[in-house]
């Protein structure tokens, strides 16, 4: 990142009392005590192939009986890690990310993981874009397998579980889309498959009723099944 690119974003985030700084390790964003950033290293763990047969995210992604790689749209990227573990199991995954400063972030921190050995394979998978999902899947040159939808709405942000780091992102502004027009937009996309992660007792995204749900302790992911040729 330029100088002049820090500049930008540092103003910008000035009036949230967070900034940027790029260091030896990468690119931070913090507010002075606390910091974040997109480290993948931190994943190498669930990234190993016998863990991965295990993820329920790749359970309710892939398709069966169809070959790798599938083509999967990630239309909440946040920081990436869903997208990560996806790209490891084999699918290649376009992530759109709505904020600048996560993209930016992102951006960081998949380049950084490409230096990798045992990261870049995945990372290699992955395509990031900056801009609002909602938009780009009704504008894609291609049909996704699978759209994957994360969205962090205002009633999950008050969990108690949110680790304190996690504070520095919620002063972010959010995207402005609905639930209904992410689920519409995913729905234009025409994907065999529509995976949605929900809280385990969290209401249906739009309020609408999903072909089946696989359910984990906390984590719930509703899947949509569509007929296409």
Same mark, same amino acid.
Do not use: H
């Given at each position: 990142m330029?100088?002049?690119?820090?500049?930008?974003?540092?103003?910008?985030?000035?009036?949230?009392?967070? =900034? @940027?700084?790029?260091? %030896?390790? $990468?690119?931070?964003?913090?507010?002075? /005590?606390?910091?974040?950033?997109?480290?993948?290293?931190?994943?190498?763990?669930?990234?190993?192939?016998?863990?991965?047969?295990?993820?329920?995210?790749?359970?309710?992604?892939?398709?069966?009986?169809?070959?790798?790689?599938?083509?999967?749209?990630?239309?909440?990227?946040?920081?990436?890690?869903? =997208? @990560?573990?996806?790209? %490891?199991? $084999?699918?290649?995954?376009?992530?759109? /990310?709505?904020?600048?400063?996560?993209?930016?972030?992102?951006?960081d921190g998949m380049e950084r993981a490409l230096e990798i050995p045992e990261l870049k394979e995945a990372v290699g998978r992955m395509k990031l874009v900056c801009g609002d999902s909602t938009?780009?899947?009704?504008?894609?040159?291609?049909?996704?397998d699978i759209v994957l939808l994360d969205p962090m709405f205002p009633a999950r942000q008050k969990s108690a579980l949110i680790k304190k780091k996690f504070q520095l992102i919620q002063r972010l502004e959010s995207p402005c889309s609905t639930e209904e027009q992410l689920l519409d937009a995913a729905v234009a996309a025409d994907p065999k498959r529509i995976v949605i992660k929900r809280p385990l007792k969290g209401p249906y995204l739009a309020d609408r009723k999903p072909s089946y749900s696989l359910e984990g302790k906390a984590i719930r992911y509703d899947c949509f099944v569509f007929a296409r040729n």
């Open positions: 330029t100088n002049e690119e820090l500049l930008r974003f540092n103003t910008k985030l000035a009036t949230v009392n967070l =900034s @940027l700084q790029q260091n %030896a390790e $990468g690119l931070t964003l913090t507010d002075g /005590e606390l910091s974040i950033m997109v480290d993948f290293r931190e994943m190498l763990p669930r990234l190993k192939q016998s863990n991965l047969q295990r993820e329920m995210l790749v359970k309710a992604a892939r398709i069966k009986g169809q070959p790798m790689p599938q083509t999967l749209i990630d239309a909440t990227a946040g920081f990436g890690e869903d =997208s @990560l573990i996806l790209a %490891a199991a $084999g699918f290649q995954v376009q992530l759109y /990310e709505f904020d600048e400063v996560i993209a930016v972030l992102l951006k938009e780009g899947m009704r504008k894609l040159d291609f049909k996704p």
